[in-house]
């Protein structure tokens, strides 16, 4: 499945450089391993940039695992090809 995200400018700078390999979501989408996240970067002032990111999701951590909210999940994130 493939779901479209909102990401905000530092976030999204962070996953296309790298250093950020995670999403922490609401679980309000049904998330599974193998879906496909579109991070389109957007702005409180002016809304959605133009700019996105493709991401594969190769593992989920649910709540209410180590404390995480049982509504709330950690997606891993890869670029695809990777």
């Not at 296309?16 to 922490?24: A, H, I, M, Q, W």
């Not at 940039?49 to 209410?64: M, S, W």
């Not at 995480?68 to 990777?82: F, H, K, N, T, V």
Request: charged share 30%; proline share 6%; aromatic share 12%.
């Amino acid at each position: 499945m493939t779901h479209y995200l909102k990401i905000l400018p530092e976030h999204f700078s962070a996953v296309r450089c790298g250093v950020k390999t995670f999403e922490l979501r609401r679980n309000d989408r049904n998330y599974h391993p193998c879906d496909t996240l579109v991070l389109q970067e957007w702005e409180a002032d002016r809304g959605y940039t133009g700019r996105e990111l493709r991401r594969y999701v190769p593992y989920v951590l649910y709540g209410p695992e180590i404390g995480l909210d049982p509504d709330w999940c950690i997606l891993s994130l890869m670029a695809e090809g990777e």
